[in-house]
Structures are given as structure tokens and as C-alpha cells.
């Protein structure tokens, strides 16, 4: 059975965390202090416990404070940086990080939010369903503070909805992607452009995996 532990996770670390900057004004957003320790670090391991060997944590604003932070490695964990020169979204982030990545299979979490998933369950639907883009996406009773996502009657994500847009129970992004490297490998390198609604809602085989 496939398994994505040989795989680089890519971490998109690279917001300027506008809404946070009167709090955390020093430091990225997934630098701010959470029980006490860097809210990345938890993502960090959470990788740890699926058994990846490394990492690549994809940043922008007051990027170079992860490495300042962590160094080469998480405990046993070892850590690439990307630091994009320029604001590239998350999609541009992506595709500047990708010379530190080899896999053909891309595991990409959002940096700002923590999504207790199993990762070789969305790597299995995604190789059913035979998609080139997976988003994992969970329930909520009311879409309105996050933004929801809506889907064709065959289940592709057609469109990411801004918060408050729309009330009520449905589905949200919970940040936690599977690509075919090819999807972002053709893109230009250093071109600024959003992963959900430049490459996901664009994507005629882009699937929703809720849990």
C-alpha cells in the first residue's frame, strides 16, 4: 500500500497575519505562542507521530525567524525553508518551494490552523477517486465566520465563498491538501496566485475529502 511517510509535507507558513498584528506583531503568525510554544510546532508533531523524516516550511513575512527558531530540525525531524522574496499566495508559495520536494504526491498543510486528520485516509480517498487535488474539508453548523466551499453535484469544489457571505451549516476548509506534483510544477515559478481559487476551483479533478 502506498504511504506518504517518504514524502515532504510542504507547510505554508507565509501570511503576513494582518488580523493578529496588534498581538503578535514581532513574529509570523505560526510563531505566535499557543500553551506556550509556537503554534507551528504542533503541526511539526503531528507530522512527527504520521512518521514523516522531514519537512518544508514554506514562509514570507519575517520568514527567517523559523530557521532561527528551529535550525536544521524539529527532534528527528529535519526542516527545509522556502522564503518566498515577494507576497506569491498560497499557490505561488507552493510552486517556489517545490526544488525542496522530490515526491510526486504533495501532503500541503496551512500553517495558521490544526486539523486532527489521518493522513493515509485522505491519501486512500484520493487515490480512489482517482483526483489530481484533494482538499480536506470538515462540517460546521455555520459556515458564516470562516467561509465555505461549494461543490458541482459530482462533488469538485467549485468555489471558495468569503466569510459571512453565507449562514448556515456546510462545509469549510480545514487547510490540509494532496496535489499531483504536476498540478503546480507548470505554473510559473514565481507567480503570485491563490492554491484554492487559482488551482483548486480551476482543477476539473479537484475532490473534497470531509471528515
Known amino acids: 500500500m502506498l504511504h506518504l511517510c517518504g514524502s515532504t509535507p510542504v507547510i505554508l507558513a507565509g501570511g503576513m497575519g494582518t488580523r493578529l498584528r496588534r498581538v503578535v506583531a514581532d ?17 511539526l ?21 523559523f530557521r532561527e ?23 505561488g508559495a507552493l510552486r517556489y518551494a517545490l526544488p525542496h520536494v522530490t ?22 480517498f484520493h487515490l480512489q477517486k482517482q483526483a489530481r487535488i484533494t482538499l480536506a474539508a470538515v462540517k460546521v453548523p455555520d459556515v458564516g465566520r470562516y467561509g465555505s466551499i ?16 453565507h449562514v448556515g451549516a456546510g462545509y469549510i476548509n480545514a487547510g490540509v491538501y494532496l496535489l499531483e506534483r504536476s498540478v503546480i510544477e507548470v505554473l ?5 496566485f491563490s492554491l484554492e481559487r487559482e488551482v483548486l476551483c480551476t482543477h476539473n479533478n479537484g475532490t473534497m475529502f470531509s471528515f
Not at 525531524?77 to 498560497?90: A, F, V, W
Not at 461549494?150 to 457571505?165: C, Q, R, Y
Open 188 to 192: 510559473g515559478p514565481n507567480a503570485a
Open 103 to 124: 515526491h510526486s504526491l504533495l501532503l500541503v498543510l496551512n500553517g495558521d490552523s490544526f486539523c486532527d486528520i489521518n493522513f493515509q485516509s485522505i491519501l486512500e
Open 150 to 165: 461549494e461543490m458541482s453535484p459530482h462533488g469538485e469544489i467549485t468555489h471558495f465563498v468569503e466569510k459571512g457571505a
Open 27 to 43: 513574529r509570523p503568525k505560526p510563531l505566535a505562542l499557543v500553551a506556550g510554544k509556537p503554534f507551528i510546532t504542533y503541526l
Open 45 to 65: 508533531e503531528q507530522l512527527l507521530l504520521a512518521g514523516f523524516k522531514k519537512a518544508v516550511i514554506a514562509s514570507g513575512y519575517l520568514g527567517g525567524q
Open 69 to 91: 527558531h528551529f535550525g536544521e530540525c524539529y527532534q528527528t525531524l529535519k526542516l527545509h525553508y522556502s522564503q518566498e522574496p515577494m507576497p506569491l499566495g498560497t499557490g
